[in-house]
């Protein structure tokens, strides 16, 4: 599905200590999408664990890793 839409909003933002990395962008009609990483650089046992990845989420909740 394609979704085209001009961002009106944008925002970032870093948890507690570093320990996530938050960006976000929004149009006038409500659609949102939100990227999250961690803060720091993966370890071995994050990277060997697939832990090492992103999360994309929409307002309605769908959610996305990779």
Known sequence: MTH???ACDVGAE???????????IADL?????LFQ?????PD???VALGFDTH?????DQGTAYG
Do not use: S
């Not at 870093?14 to 976000?24: K, S």
């Not at 009609?29 to 999408?33: I, L, P, T, Y």
């Open 4 to 6: 085209r839409f001009v």
């Open 29 to 33: 009609d409500g659609f949102v999408m």
């Open 37 to 41: 990483c961690g803060g720091d650089e």
């Open 55 to 59: 999360c994309l989420v929409t307002a």
């Open 14 to 24: 870093t948890g507690p200590d570093g320990y996530f990395i938050e960006a976000g």
């Open 44 to 46: 071995e046992q994050e």
